[in-house]
C-alpha cells in the first residue's frame, strides 16, 4: 500500500501539490488503509517539502540516482498537480513503467488520457482518496491500468512517434 510522487521541487506546483495530497488526500486514504505510505522523491525539496516526512508513513528522499526503483516498489503513481503548464512527464514516466496512475485534470492535461482506461481522474481530494483506495484493493485493475498507460505511452509519444510526427510536419510545410 505505497504511493509514489516524482517531482522537482524547485517548481512551486510540485510543492503545493505534495502540500495538498499530504494535508487533504493522504488523510482520507489512512481512514481506509492505516498502513498506506508515501514516498516523495525529487530533486531540491524545499523546507516545506521536507517537513511532510514528520506525517507518519510519508518519506521524502530528495534527489536519487535513479527513480525506477522508488516507482517500482511502489502501486500507485500520484499525481495531484492542480496548477501549472508545460509537458507532463510525471505521467509519461509512471506509463513507461506500467504504474496504475491516479491524477488530477491539471496533472494529466493535454495527454490522451482516458478515464477508467490508462489513468484514473480526480479533481476532488474525497474523489481522489477514493480512487487510490480502490486501486490499492484491486491489482488486476492497477494492472490493467498500468498496461493501458504503457500502450498509450508507446504509441503516441514514443521517440520514433515523436519523430514520425516532426517529419510529416516539415514535409507538409516544405511541399
Keep these: 500500500s505505497r504511493m509514489v510522487f516524482v517531482g522537482a521541487f524547485q517548481h ?3 510543492v503545493e501539490a505534495m502540500v495538498y495530497f499530504c494535508r487533504e ?3 482520507r486514504v ?10 516523495i522523491v525529487g ?10 516526512s ?3 508513513g510519508v518519506q521524502v528522499t530528495g534527489l ?3 527513480i525506477r526503483a522508488f516507482m517500482a516498489s511502489s502501486s500507485v503513481y500520484v499525481v495531484p498537480v492542480r496548477f501549472g503548464v508545460g509537458l507532463r512527464g510525471k505521467v509519461l514516466e509512471a506509463w513507461a513503467m506500467r504504474m496504475a496512475v491516479v491524477s488530477t ?13 490508462n489513468i484514473l481522474i480526480a479533481d476532488s481530494a474525497e474523489q481522489f482518496a477514493s480512487q487510490i483506495v480502490s486501486l490499492m484493493g484491486d491489482p488486476q485493475r492497477r494492472r490493467i491500468l498500468g498496461i493501458e498507460g504503457r500502450r498509450t505511452a508507446e ?4 521517440w520514433e512517434q515523436g519523430a514520425q510526427q516532426l517529419d510529416a510536419l516539415y514535409r507538409r510545410y516544405l511541399a
Design 54 to 56: 514528520a506525517i507518519p
Design 30 to 39: 489512512r481512514e481506509n488503509i492505516p498502513s498506506t505510505e508515501l514516498l
Design 105 to 117: 485534470s491539471a496533472g494529466c492535461a493535454g495527454l490522451r488520457c482516458e478515464h477508467g482506461k
Design 25 to 27: 488526500v493522504l488523510p
Design 43 to 52: 530533486s531540491n525539496p524545499s523546507p516545506l517539502v521536507l517537513s511532510l
Design 64 to 66: 536519487v540516482p535513479d
Design 155 to 158: 504509441q503516441h509519444y514514443s
Design 12 to 14: 512551486w506546483p510540485n
